[in-house]
Protein backbone atom coordinates (compact mmCIF):
# COMPACT_ATOMS: atom_id res chain seq x y z
CA UNK A 1 0.00 0.00 0.00
CA UNK A 2 1.28 3.31 -0.80
CA UNK A 3 2.30 5.84 2.03
CA UNK A 4 -0.99 8.31 2.56
CA UNK A 5 0.20 11.14 1.36
CA UNK A 6 -2.46 13.21 3.83
CA UNK A 7 0.33 14.22 5.92
CA UNK A 8 2.90 15.95 3.71
CA UNK A 9 -0.30 18.07 2.56
CA UNK A 10 -1.02 19.40 5.77
CA UNK A 11 3.03 19.94 6.22
CA UNK A 12 3.07 22.31 3.31
CA UNK A 13 0.05 23.96 4.18
CA UNK A 14 1.28 25.07 7.37
CA UNK A 15 4.60 26.15 5.59
CA UNK A 16 2.31 28.32 3.13
CA UNK A 17 0.11 29.75 6.36
CA UNK A 18 3.18 30.74 8.33
CA UNK A 19 4.76 32.61 5.28
CA UNK A 20 1.37 34.68 4.41
CA UNK A 21 0.30 35.30 7.63
CA UNK A 22 3.51 36.20 9.28
CA UNK A 23 4.84 38.02 6.54
CA UNK A 24 1.59 40.10 5.27
CA UNK A 25 -0.33 40.60 8.69
CA UNK A 26 2.03 39.80 11.64
CA UNK A 27 5.14 41.92 10.03
CA UNK A 28 2.70 44.62 9.36
CA UNK A 29 4.15 46.91 11.77
CA UNK A 30 7.99 46.13 10.81
CA UNK A 31 7.22 46.69 7.16
CA UNK A 32 4.90 50.19 8.52
CA UNK A 33 7.95 51.28 10.53
CA UNK A 34 9.94 51.10 7.11
CA UNK A 35 6.95 52.98 4.66
CA UNK A 36 6.57 55.71 7.89
CA UNK A 37 10.82 56.18 7.43
CA UNK A 38 11.02 56.14 3.59
CA UNK A 39 7.42 58.11 2.68
CA UNK A 40 6.27 59.36 5.75
CA UNK A 41 2.75 59.34 5.30
CA UNK A 42 0.30 60.30 8.07
CA UNK A 43 -0.74 57.78 10.63
CA UNK A 44 -3.98 57.23 9.23
CA UNK A 45 -2.72 56.53 5.50
CA UNK A 46 -0.14 53.84 6.90
CA UNK A 47 -2.92 52.03 8.52
CA UNK A 48 -4.82 51.97 5.56
CA UNK A 49 -2.67 49.40 4.27
CA UNK A 50 -4.07 46.83 6.52
CA UNK A 51 -7.62 48.04 6.02
CA UNK A 52 -7.20 47.61 2.22
CA UNK A 53 -5.42 43.68 2.47
CA UNK A 54 -8.68 42.83 4.57
CA UNK A 55 -11.30 44.82 1.92
CA UNK A 56 -9.10 43.35 -1.27
CA UNK A 57 -9.62 39.92 0.62
CA UNK A 58 -13.03 40.10 1.75
CA UNK A 59 -14.20 40.61 -2.04
CA UNK A 60 -11.74 38.42 -3.80
CA UNK A 61 -12.86 35.83 -1.02
CA UNK A 62 -15.80 34.24 -2.76
CA UNK A 63 -14.37 34.54 -5.70
CA UNK A 64 -11.48 32.60 -5.10
CA UNK A 65 -13.49 30.20 -3.19
CA UNK A 66 -15.55 29.19 -6.14
CA UNK A 67 -12.51 28.90 -8.13
CA UNK A 68 -11.28 25.99 -5.80
CA UNK A 69 -13.82 23.86 -6.71
CA UNK A 70 -13.42 24.18 -10.41
CA UNK A 71 -9.42 24.56 -10.52
CA UNK A 72 -6.52 22.49 -9.42
CA UNK A 73 -5.85 23.99 -5.78
CA UNK A 74 -2.65 23.18 -6.16
CA UNK A 75 -2.09 26.06 -9.31
CA UNK A 76 -3.82 28.17 -7.37
CA UNK A 77 -1.69 27.94 -4.12
CA UNK A 78 1.32 28.07 -6.80
CA UNK A 79 -0.04 31.36 -8.01
CA UNK A 80 -0.64 32.51 -4.63
CA UNK A 81 2.88 32.01 -3.70
CA UNK A 82 3.87 33.99 -6.70
CA UNK A 83 1.82 36.97 -5.80
CA UNK A 84 3.03 36.75 -1.96
CA UNK A 85 6.84 36.62 -2.70
CA UNK A 86 6.07 38.92 -6.06
CA UNK A 87 4.17 41.30 -3.79
CA UNK A 88 7.44 42.43 -1.54
CA UNK A 89 9.36 42.39 -4.41
CA UNK A 90 6.48 45.38 -6.11
CA UNK A 91 6.58 47.31 -2.83
CA UNK A 92 10.21 47.18 -3.28
CA UNK A 93 9.46 49.71 -6.46
CA UNK A 94 6.76 51.89 -5.14
CA UNK A 95 7.45 56.07 -5.86
CA UNK A 96 4.48 56.87 -3.23
CA UNK A 97 2.34 55.75 -0.47
CA UNK A 98 -0.37 55.06 -2.68
CA UNK A 99 1.56 52.23 -4.69
CA UNK A 100 1.99 50.77 -1.25
CA UNK A 101 -2.11 50.36 -0.76
CA UNK A 102 -2.33 49.49 -4.50
CA UNK A 103 -0.16 46.56 -3.68
CA UNK A 104 -1.70 45.34 -0.52
CA UNK A 105 -5.20 45.74 -1.89
CA UNK A 106 -4.40 43.82 -5.12
CA UNK A 107 -1.63 41.70 -5.29
CA UNK A 108 -1.01 40.39 -1.42
CA UNK A 109 -4.55 40.90 -0.78
CA UNK A 110 -4.71 37.40 -3.75
CA UNK A 111 -1.98 35.67 -1.54
CA UNK A 112 -3.57 35.36 1.81
CA UNK A 113 -6.43 34.09 -0.20
CA UNK A 114 -4.71 31.74 -1.66
CA UNK A 115 -1.96 30.72 0.48
CA UNK A 116 -4.09 30.90 3.86
CA UNK A 117 -6.61 28.84 5.74
CA UNK A 118 -9.72 29.06 2.83
CA UNK A 119 -7.31 26.62 0.37
CA UNK A 120 -5.87 24.78 2.90
CA UNK A 121 -9.07 24.23 4.41
CA UNK A 122 -10.25 23.48 1.09
CA UNK A 123 -7.79 21.32 0.57
CA UNK A 124 -7.55 19.14 3.14
CA UNK A 125 -11.27 18.95 4.13
CA UNK A 126 -10.78 16.55 0.82
CA UNK A 127 -8.05 13.90 2.42
CA UNK A 128 -9.22 13.87 5.98
CA UNK A 129 -13.26 12.45 7.36
CA UNK A 130 -12.24 11.26 10.93
CA UNK A 131 -9.13 13.37 11.42
CA UNK A 132 -10.28 16.52 9.22
CA UNK A 133 -10.28 18.37 12.53
CA UNK A 134 -6.52 17.72 13.75
CA UNK A 135 -5.61 17.84 10.21
CA UNK A 136 -7.00 21.26 9.60
CA UNK A 137 -5.85 22.19 13.24
CA UNK A 138 -2.08 21.38 12.65
CA UNK A 139 -2.20 23.33 9.48
CA UNK A 140 -4.08 26.69 10.48
CA UNK A 141 -1.36 26.31 13.38
CA UNK A 142 1.52 27.86 10.93
CA UNK A 143 -0.59 30.84 10.97
CA UNK A 144 1.27 31.69 14.85
CA UNK A 145 4.20 29.95 13.86
CA UNK A 146 4.87 32.44 11.03
CA UNK A 147 4.07 35.23 13.69
CA UNK A 148 7.24 34.09 15.63
CA UNK A 149 9.45 33.43 12.99
CA UNK A 150 8.46 36.41 10.17
CA UNK A 151 9.15 39.83 12.20
CA UNK A 152 12.30 38.88 13.59
CA UNK A 153 13.50 38.13 10.13
CA UNK A 154 12.28 40.81 8.40
CA UNK A 155 13.19 43.29 10.79
CA UNK A 156 17.21 41.22 10.52
CA UNK A 157 17.31 41.94 6.76
CA UNK A 158 16.01 45.25 7.36
CA UNK A 159 18.95 45.93 9.51
CA UNK A 160 21.01 44.36 6.78
CA UNK A 161 19.90 46.06 3.69
CA UNK A 162 17.99 49.20 2.44
CA UNK A 163 14.54 49.12 2.45
CA UNK A 164 14.12 48.10 -1.47
CA UNK A 165 17.07 45.43 -1.37
CA UNK A 166 15.88 43.71 2.23
CA UNK A 167 12.26 43.66 0.22
CA UNK A 168 13.30 42.37 -2.92
CA UNK A 169 15.61 39.62 -1.33
CA UNK A 170 12.42 38.62 1.40
CA UNK A 171 10.18 38.14 -1.26
CA UNK A 172 12.30 36.65 -3.83
CA UNK A 173 13.30 33.45 -0.79
CA UNK A 174 9.44 32.97 -0.45
CA UNK A 175 9.13 32.33 -3.97
CA UNK A 176 12.33 30.25 -4.20
CA UNK A 177 11.13 28.40 -1.15
CA UNK A 178 7.25 28.45 -1.36
CA UNK A 179 6.78 27.05 -5.23
CA UNK A 180 8.96 23.96 -5.11
CA UNK A 181 7.58 22.96 -2.04
CA UNK A 182 4.03 23.15 -3.41
CA UNK A 183 4.94 21.70 -6.85
CA UNK A 184 5.90 19.04 -5.07
CA UNK A 185 4.02 18.30 -2.28
CA UNK A 186 0.25 19.43 -3.11
CA UNK A 187 -2.11 17.00 -4.44
CA UNK A 188 -5.70 18.23 -5.38
CA UNK A 189 -7.40 14.86 -4.40
CA UNK A 190 -6.73 11.15 -2.68
CA UNK A 191 -8.53 9.76 -6.01
CA UNK A 192 -5.78 11.80 -8.16
CA UNK A 193 -3.24 9.07 -6.97
CA UNK A 194 -5.47 5.94 -5.96
CA UNK A 195 -5.45 6.87 -2.28
CA UNK A 196 -8.55 7.48 0.32
CA UNK A 197 -9.35 10.42 2.84
CA UNK A 198 -7.32 9.04 6.20
CA UNK A 199 -6.32 6.70 3.92
CA UNK A 200 -9.25 4.25 4.68
CA UNK A 201 -10.58 2.71 1.86
CA UNK A 202 -13.68 0.66 3.71
CA UNK A 203 -14.69 3.67 5.51
CA UNK A 204 -14.46 6.56 2.98
CA UNK A 205 -16.47 7.26 0.14
CA UNK A 206 -15.21 6.82 -3.59
CA UNK A 207 -14.81 10.37 -4.64
CA UNK A 208 -15.41 10.02 -8.17
CA UNK A 209 -19.15 12.16 -8.24
CA UNK A 210 -18.49 15.81 -8.15
CA UNK A 211 -20.99 17.95 -6.54
CA UNK A 212 -22.90 20.82 -8.15
CA UNK A 213 -21.17 23.32 -7.69
CA UNK A 214 -22.56 26.22 -5.68
CA UNK A 215 -23.07 29.78 -6.43
CA UNK A 216 -23.26 32.42 -3.70
CA UNK A 217 -26.80 33.03 -4.01
CA UNK A 218 -26.77 29.56 -2.45
CA UNK A 219 -25.42 30.17 0.51
CA UNK A 220 -26.81 33.79 1.06
CA UNK A 221 -30.27 32.04 1.17
CA UNK A 222 -29.27 29.07 3.97
CA UNK A 223 -30.22 30.45 7.56
CA UNK A 224 -26.83 28.48 9.01
CA UNK A 225 -24.68 30.58 7.13
CA UNK A 226 -25.76 34.00 8.71
CA UNK A 227 -26.35 32.57 12.24
CA UNK A 228 -22.74 30.93 11.99
CA UNK A 229 -21.28 34.10 9.71
CA UNK A 230 -22.46 36.78 12.74
CA UNK A 231 -21.33 34.41 15.39
CA UNK A 232 -17.86 34.38 13.64
CA UNK A 233 -17.77 37.70 13.21
CA UNK A 234 -18.37 38.72 16.39
CA UNK A 235 -15.66 36.47 18.14
CA UNK A 236 -13.06 37.83 15.40
CA UNK A 237 -14.36 41.70 15.92
CA UNK A 238 -13.53 40.96 19.90
CA UNK A 239 -10.17 39.65 19.43
CA UNK A 240 -9.31 42.53 16.85
CA UNK A 241 -10.62 44.90 19.14
CA UNK A 242 -8.57 43.76 21.95
CA UNK A 243 -5.54 42.96 20.28
CA UNK A 244 -4.92 46.01 18.67
CA UNK A 245 -6.02 48.40 21.80
CA UNK A 246 -4.11 45.92 24.37
CA UNK A 247 -0.89 47.83 25.07
CA UNK A 248 -2.91 51.28 25.49
CA UNK A 249 -5.49 49.14 27.73
CA UNK A 250 -2.55 47.47 29.53
CA UNK A 251 -1.18 51.46 30.11
CA UNK A 252 -4.18 52.50 31.76
CA UNK A 253 -2.65 50.86 34.24
CA UNK A 254 0.70 51.99 34.23
CA UNK A 255 2.18 48.82 32.55
CA UNK A 256 5.13 49.33 30.45
CA UNK A 257 5.16 49.56 26.41
CA UNK A 258 7.79 46.63 26.55
CA UNK A 259 5.56 44.59 29.41
CA UNK A 260 2.50 45.34 27.21
CA UNK A 261 4.33 44.28 23.65
CA UNK A 262 4.73 40.83 25.84
CA UNK A 263 1.39 40.14 26.75
CA UNK A 264 0.75 39.87 22.90
CA UNK A 265 3.81 37.51 23.00
CA UNK A 266 1.75 35.34 25.01
CA UNK A 267 -1.49 35.66 22.90
CA UNK A 268 0.28 34.44 20.13
CA UNK A 269 1.68 31.64 21.75
CA UNK A 270 -1.05 30.54 22.99
CA UNK A 271 -3.31 31.53 20.09
CA UNK A 272 -0.72 28.65 18.58
CA UNK A 273 -1.75 25.84 21.28
CA UNK A 274 -5.24 27.01 20.63
CA UNK A 275 -4.93 26.34 16.55
CA UNK A 276 -3.24 22.90 17.62
CA UNK A 277 -6.56 22.10 19.83
CA UNK A 278 -9.20 23.42 18.48
CA UNK A 279 -10.06 21.07 15.16
CA UNK A 280 -8.86 18.08 17.27
CA UNK A 281 -11.72 18.68 19.92
CA UNK A 282 -14.12 18.72 17.46
CA UNK A 283 -12.95 15.38 16.30
CA UNK A 284 -14.16 13.84 19.50
CA UNK A 285 -16.89 15.89 20.39
CA UNK A 286 -20.45 18.11 18.96
CA UNK A 287 -18.50 20.84 17.10
CA UNK A 288 -21.64 23.29 18.40
CA UNK A 289 -20.44 22.43 21.59
CA UNK A 290 -17.12 23.15 21.49
CA UNK A 291 -18.50 26.39 19.41
CA UNK A 292 -20.46 27.39 22.82
CA UNK A 293 -17.06 26.33 24.99
CA UNK A 294 -15.37 28.51 23.00
CA UNK A 295 -17.35 31.26 23.46
CA UNK A 296 -17.77 31.28 27.38
CA UNK A 297 -13.84 30.65 27.83
CA UNK A 298 -13.19 34.23 25.52
CA UNK A 299 -15.75 35.59 27.17
CA UNK A 300 -14.25 35.10 30.34
CA UNK A 301 -10.86 36.40 29.30
CA UNK A 302 -12.57 39.51 28.30
CA UNK A 303 -14.03 39.75 32.01
CA UNK A 304 -10.64 39.13 33.66
CA UNK A 305 -9.37 41.72 31.16
CA UNK A 306 -11.49 44.34 31.61
CA UNK A 307 -11.13 43.93 35.73
CA UNK A 308 -7.43 43.25 35.47
CA UNK A 309 -5.49 45.89 37.85
CA UNK A 310 -2.08 43.82 38.01
CA UNK A 311 -0.15 42.70 36.08
CA UNK A 312 -0.17 38.87 36.58
CA UNK A 313 -3.93 39.18 35.44
CA UNK A 314 -3.10 41.08 32.19
CA UNK A 315 -1.21 38.26 31.53
CA UNK A 316 -3.64 35.22 32.64
CA UNK A 317 -5.84 37.14 30.54
CA UNK A 318 -3.99 36.77 27.53
CA UNK A 319 -2.92 33.19 27.70
CA UNK A 320 -7.41 32.51 28.02
CA UNK A 321 -8.27 34.74 24.96
CA UNK A 322 -4.98 33.26 22.85
CA UNK A 323 -6.05 29.68 23.79
CA UNK A 324 -10.06 30.20 22.88
CA UNK A 325 -9.30 32.66 19.93
CA UNK A 326 -6.61 30.18 17.98
CA UNK A 327 -8.91 27.56 18.22
CA UNK A 328 -12.07 29.34 16.12
CA UNK A 329 -10.14 28.98 12.62
CA UNK A 330 -9.82 25.43 12.63
CA UNK A 331 -13.40 24.97 14.06
CA UNK A 332 -14.84 27.03 11.63
CA UNK A 333 -13.29 24.81 8.74
CA UNK A 334 -14.40 21.89 10.12
CA UNK A 335 -17.89 23.25 10.36
CA UNK A 336 -18.46 24.57 7.17
CA UNK A 337 -17.14 20.90 5.69
CA UNK A 338 -20.07 19.57 7.80
CA UNK A 339 -22.68 21.76 6.85
CA UNK A 340 -21.59 21.78 3.06
CA UNK A 341 -19.76 18.95 2.37
CA UNK A 342 -15.59 18.51 1.73
CA UNK A 343 -15.62 20.04 -1.77
CA UNK A 344 -18.03 22.76 -0.98
CA UNK A 345 -15.20 24.23 2.07
CA UNK A 346 -13.48 26.51 -0.42
CA UNK A 347 -16.54 28.55 -1.79
CA UNK A 348 -18.57 28.35 1.65
CA UNK A 349 -15.36 29.90 3.71
CA UNK A 350 -14.98 31.84 1.01
CA UNK A 351 -18.27 33.45 0.90
CA UNK A 352 -18.47 33.74 4.34
CA UNK A 353 -15.37 36.11 4.47
CA UNK A 354 -17.17 38.73 3.03
CA UNK A 355 -19.50 38.68 6.01
CA UNK A 356 -16.81 38.92 8.62
CA UNK A 357 -14.77 41.79 6.47
CA UNK A 358 -16.53 44.46 7.85
CA UNK A 359 -16.54 42.77 11.46
CA UNK A 360 -12.51 42.50 11.05
CA UNK A 361 -11.98 45.83 10.35
CA UNK A 362 -14.54 48.07 12.01
CA UNK A 363 -13.77 46.71 15.46
CA UNK A 364 -10.67 48.44 16.32
CA UNK A 365 -11.22 52.02 15.86
CA UNK A 366 -14.50 51.23 17.04
CA UNK A 367 -12.33 50.44 20.83
CA UNK A 368 -10.52 53.64 20.10
CA UNK A 369 -13.55 55.64 19.56
CA UNK A 370 -15.21 54.56 22.71
CA UNK A 371 -12.36 55.58 24.70
CA UNK A 372 -11.89 58.93 22.79
CA UNK A 373 -15.41 59.68 24.07
CA UNK A 374 -15.33 57.60 27.48
CA UNK A 375 -12.08 58.22 28.45
CA UNK A 376 -12.33 54.86 29.44
CA UNK A 377 -11.91 51.27 27.52
CA UNK A 378 -14.58 49.74 30.24
CA UNK A 379 -17.70 50.39 27.93
CA UNK A 380 -15.65 48.65 25.09
CA UNK A 381 -15.29 45.66 27.05
CA UNK A 382 -18.85 45.73 28.27
CA UNK A 383 -20.29 45.90 24.89
CA UNK A 384 -18.26 43.16 23.88
CA UNK A 385 -19.57 40.92 26.40
CA UNK A 386 -23.03 41.94 25.38
CA UNK A 387 -22.60 41.14 22.02
CA UNK A 388 -20.73 37.48 23.13
CA UNK A 389 -23.78 37.01 24.82
CA UNK A 390 -25.87 37.61 22.01
CA UNK A 391 -23.50 35.13 20.45
CA UNK A 392 -24.30 32.72 22.52
CA UNK A 393 -28.17 33.04 21.63
CA UNK A 394 -27.55 32.78 17.96
CA UNK A 395 -25.85 29.49 19.00
CA UNK A 396 -29.36 27.98 19.51
CA UNK A 397 -30.42 28.82 16.20
CA UNK A 398 -27.68 27.05 14.40
CA UNK A 399 -28.49 23.51 12.89
CA UNK A 400 -26.34 21.08 12.58
CA UNK A 401 -26.46 17.58 11.13
CA UNK A 402 -25.53 15.00 13.45
CA UNK A 403 -21.76 14.14 12.79
CA UNK A 404 -20.39 11.56 10.29
CA UNK A 405 -23.74 12.56 7.99
CA UNK A 406 -21.39 14.55 5.80
CA UNK A 407 -18.35 12.71 5.09
CA UNK A 408 -15.93 13.19 1.68
CA UNK A 409 -18.55 14.49 -0.41
CA UNK A 410 -22.38 15.90 -0.70
CA UNK A 411 -23.68 14.93 -3.43
CA UNK A 412 -25.89 17.49 -3.49
CA UNK A 413 -26.21 20.95 -1.36
CA UNK A 414 -28.28 21.03 1.70
CA UNK A 415 -32.20 21.89 1.36
CA UNK A 416 -32.62 25.64 0.28
Not at 33 to 60: H, N
Not at 79 to 106: E, R
Not at 207 to 218: G, M, S
Amino acid sequence: MKKFKGWQLVGATMAMQAAASGSVFVSFSVVASQIQTVFEPSRTLLMMAMTMVLVGSGILSPILGQAMERVSIRKLMIAGALCLGGGFITLSFAASIQHILAVYLVILSIATVLCGPIASSALLARWFNKRRGLAISISAAGAALGGLIMPPLLQYLFDLYSWSGALRLFGAGLIVLLIPLLATLIIDRPGDIGQYPDNDEVNSKVQAKQPTHTTLTFYLRDANFWVLGVILGILFASTMGITSNLIQVAGEQGISPSQGAFLLSVFSSTNFIGKLLGGAIADKFNPKRVLCGIILVFSLGVVVLSQSELYPLFVLASVVLGLSQGAIVPLWSFMMAMLYGAERVGSSMGAMSTLLTPFNFIAPPLFGFVFDQTGSYAHAFMGCVGFLIGALILLTLLKMPQQGNVIGFADEPPAE
